[in-house]
């Protein structure tokens, strides 16, 4: 009996075989890229552990209270503590202040768990003050802590934790979930799949926010009218840019983000490598372009977009940033 999850086999079965046999870690990391499925596996391993009318050892039935509870994020021995809104880095007093939920007992399972996601961002401090925890757990509590990838965390911490690493599943086993498990249209699915590279999260949310995936179209757009425009134009183009109501740094990392993902697929093209492109339907577009730039000048606009996120992240003027990043595009003239 599975936990209804797209992939992830090893880990699933490794985490049935804890709730199973009543043989838990304290800590445990899940790292893999954002959207993969990280948080989805936390709370089915939360759900297996508490679920009171499992089908099977293991699993977990998704319709009693604690099920239901985990799902909603509101069962009372689950605590989610993630990086405050509008905040950068998960700060030593939210540790703290966990701390001292963890140490009661629980309300009424056998385990408390404290899941904290992309515990990468967490400060050097707030990563100390985690340690204690690690180095002297509290009897009744598990901690799941999510990450990009082990090495982004102290391996103090890493070494504390049973590590298992997700991976994105086939675009093909992904297409196939989302027609079949999730009713959506075979193109879409393809769409959505290669969007995802493979991440079910990722193919999710762009499912579910259509604003997303028009606004994901329109930056393609933009960069499509861009590589054909003279430097005037680019230059128009930013200022009109600045001017609309979405103007945020945020908006420019999402369409310098956006744009990326263009380019790595030229890349792709250009060098013939059998990958996936993120950007399916723009195929022509992409293989047009490829056939245009040498695998040299498509590296240099790699790097270029990845400094302009860099720079866009430590504050740099955004303006600035998308202008030398124009600059710095080649004039194309693709059909
Ligand atoms: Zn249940």
């Known amino acids: 009996m599975q936990w209804n999850i797209l992939g992830h086999q090893t880990a699933i079965r490794f985490l049935q075989n804890h709730a199973k046999l009543a043989n838990t870690r304290h800590a445990y990391l899940l790292t893999g890229p954002e959207g993969v499925g990280r948080e989805t596996l936390a709370l089915a391993f939360a759900k297996a552990l508490n679920c009171l009318t499992p ?14 509870q985990i799902e909603e994020l509101r069962y009372p021995d689950l605590t989610i503590l ?12 939210q540790i703290r202040e966990m701390q001292k939920t963890l140490a ?21 401090g707030a990563s100390n003050a985690l340690l204690k925890s690690l180095e002297e757990p509290p009897s009744k509590a598990i901690l799941i802590l999510t990450a990009d990838a082990r090495e982004s965390l102290l391996e103090t911490i890493a070494s504390r934790c049973e590590v298992l690493r997700l991976r994105p599943s086939s675009i093909e086993a992904l297409e196939t979930y989302l027609r079949e498990q999730k009713a959506i249209n075979p193109n879409r699915a393809k769409r959505l799949a290669h969007l995802a590279g493979g991440r079910v999260g990722s193919a999710i949310s762009f499912d579910q926010n259509q604003d997303l995936l028009t606004a994901y179209d329109e930056a393609l757009a933009d960069l499509g009218e861009l590589i054909n425009s003279q430097l005037r134009e680019r ?6 840019l600045q001017k609309r109501k979405s103007a945020s740094r945020e908006h420019f990392a999402f369409l310098v983000s956006v744009w990326l993902t263009f380019w790595r697929d030229v890349m792709i093209r250009r060098e013939g490598a059998e990958i996936p492109l993120v950007n399916i339907e723009h195929e022509n577009q992409v293989s047009e372009t490829a056939r245009l730039i040498p695998s040299e000048q498509i590296e240099s606009i790699l790097n270029a977009h990845e400094n302009a996120l860099v720079n866009l992240d430590a504050n740099l003027n955004p303006r600035l940033v998308i202008e030398n990043l124009l600059l710095a595009l080649p004039l194309l003239q693709v059909a």
């Open 55 to 68: 089908p099977s050892e293991g699993t977990f039935c998704d319709q009693c209270l604690p099920c239901r």
């Open 82 to 93: 993630r990086v405050a809104e509008g905040s950068k880095d998960l700060k030593i007093d």
């Open 104 to 124: 009661l007992a629980p309300y009424q399972s056998t385990y408390r768990i404290v899941l904290i996601p992309d515990f990468q961002r967490a400060t050097i």
């Open 235 to 240: 230059l128009q183009y930013v200022e009109n």
